[in-house]
């Protein structure tokens, strides 16, 4: 597998932008309940029974920065929503457009002061042919308080309002995690009483996959591997000495820092076709307002398997992106492979990095550190540059006739890329509509790469780290293949010019 010999080979564009407020604040990994965004006025931090009793709207002008029910509902500068019900009427963002489909944002079906308390957790609304959101889903929402040891109504306040409750089981609420982390399962601490059996169980939102099961579901202590980021479902059924069944399920955030692009497809593994695919970050390396002149792939300004992994890290990347290390080695500690282990031994994650290069995988192995584990490609810029945009691009590597290029005879995979914006999920491609990559002869950039989206981030007007996507047009006048819905080029050219 020794790619680097093989280096030689030689607009209507749409922001998908959060740009009402709030988004960041509450949302940082590390600052859940907490917002660095200001808190405006006429938050009222205090336990605010009743909410579904109607708005607590009282008066006064409209702040886009504070986060309480208020007369409207807020659509942000551009229009295209906050993921707040600003409005309290239980529909997030009604009457709010939204430009492209594969554009999601987190969002909240609630008071938006509720908003990642307790045991609430945001879900996500993807935007539908009509230009507008669909229904928010998959989240965990305000319920009527019940005696668990839970803040099912977000309160900021476990099982208030109950007289007489008391319960052997202590349900947490929402959790935050970081990607390619073990999350530690420990059943003395949701149920301390005499158990005849424990069943932990795991599920994943849907650009999750393969979803990660727990190592020992039915221990009383285990672990799961979040190779990806997103919001994960955990759930823990306990047969008491007595027979009788309890238990609990909770929200678990898996959220990175910064700029996370994570790329699946659907022939990894030795189950499916084997197919070795590459994901490639590419900085703005070109002067403010130069279209042209770009650096093409698989040179330092590309973050790739073959110069930003811990072990093939090239000096020539890391002075050219010059970018501040993170020091917090749970960000890259367990980086499959061994990876992180190298990680470990330069004692910081570099930026930008790619966590692993999956060349060819044995689908069903579960230890992240054997070099068989199949796992999604991950890039990270953990404080990425304000203003300096990324360009997103997807290689079909392998030579599918070939099997020593771990083809087995496989032409085509469809890749999904999935990007997190301060651990937001704020787009996915490749599904809807389908991508499809191809084999040419060779292996590399002479087989077909998609030209997927710019990124950039920026601050929005309450403060918080933002980032808006442009995807990539697939325009036959800028290289384009023709007839795909995605731009498909073949080569290690730049492609069409920057978006920004
Ligand atoms: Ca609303
Ligand atoms: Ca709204
Ligand atoms: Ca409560
Ligand atoms: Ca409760």
């Known amino acids: 597998m020794s790619k680097t010999s093989l280096l030689s080979l030689g607009v209507s564009l749409l922001s998908l932008s959060l740009v009402a407020c709030g988004g960041d604040g509450r949302r940082r990994p590390g600052g859940r309940s907490g917002s660095d965004a200001g808190d405006g006025t006429g938050s009222d931090a205090a336990p605010r029974p009743g909410y579904d009793a ?33 409005n309290c009427n239980g529909t997030v963002d009604e009457g709010c457009i939204c430009g492209n489909i594969g554009e999601t944002r987190s969002c909240f079906r609630g008071p938006p002061d509720r908003r990642d308390v307790g045991s609430c957790a945001d879900g ?3 935007c539908t042919e009509f230009g507008t959101w669909g229904a928010c889903i998959d ?17 900021g306040v476990a099982d208030d309002g ?31 009483g005499a158990a005849r059996s424990w069943q932990w169980n795991v599920s994943c939102p849907p650009t999750v996959s393969p979803c990660p099961a727990p190592e020992a579901p039915t221990a009383k202590d285990t672990r799961i591997f979040f190779a990806q980021s997103g919001s994960y479902r955990v759930g823990l059924a306990v047969v008491t000495d007595t027979g009788e069944t309890v238990g609990c ?11 996370r692009v994570e790329l699946l497809w659907d022939t990894q593994g030795t189950a499916n076709g084997d197919t070795d695919v590459d ?39 890391r002075t050219a992106w010059a970018m501040e290390d993170t020091t917090d080695l749970n960000a890259c500690r367990e980086a499959p492979h061994g ?11 570099y930026n930008p990095r790619l966590d692993v290069d999956v060349v060819r995988c044995t689908s069903g192995e579960t230890d992240p550190a054997n070099g068989a584990f199949c796992a999604p490609e991950n890039i990270n810029v953990d404080n990425p540059t304000l203003g300096v945009p990324f360009r997103i691009m ?32 704020r787009a996915a491609f490749g599904s809807d509509p389908l991508v499809t990559l191809r084999n040419g002869a060779e292996f590399g950039a002479a087989n077909d790469n998609w030209m997927v989206a710019d990124v950039v981030f920026f601050r929005n007007e309450c403060g918080g780290l933002d980032c808006l996507i442009n995807p990539i047009p697939s325009d036959p006048r800028q290289g384009c293949e023709a007839g795909s819905a995605a731009c498909i080029v073949r080569g290690a050219d730049f492609g069409p010019p920057w978006s920004f």
Not at 54 to 73: K, T
Not at 395 to 403: A, C, E, K, L, M
């Open 394 to 425: 997807v290689n079909y590597y392998s030579n599918g006739r070939d099997p020593l290029g771990g083809g087995g005879g496989v032409d085509q995979t469809h890749p999904q890329v999935n990007i997190y914006c301060g651990g937001e999920l």
């Open 279 to 317: 994901l490639h970050l590419h900085r703005k390396s070109v002067g403010v307002g130069v279209a042209t002149g770009e650096t093409a792939f698989f040179t330092k300004d590309d973050c790739y398997f073959g110069n930003c992994k811990a072990s093939s890290y090239a000096d020539a990347l």
């Open 162 to 192: 109950l007289s007489d409750c008391s319960t052997a089981v202590i349900c947490p609420g929402t959790q935050g995690a970081t990607p390619l982390n073990f999350y530690d399962l420990r059943g003395e601490t949701i149920y301390t």
């Open 339 to 349: 990876e992180g282990a190298q990680w470990v031994s330069k004692s910081a994650c």
């Open 139 to 155: 989240g965990q929402f305000p319920e009527d308080e019940t005696c668990d040891g839970a803040d099912n109504d977000c309160n």
């Open 124 to 126: 996500i609304m993807t």
């Open 249 to 259: 399920e909770w929200v678990v955030e898996v959220e990175g820092a910064g700029l």
């Open 54 to 86: 109607g708005p607590g709207f009282d008066g006064g002008p409209v702040d886009m920065c504070n986060p309480a029910c208020g007369p409207i509902e807020i659509c942000g500068s551009d229009g295209s929503g906050d993921g707040n019900d600003d």
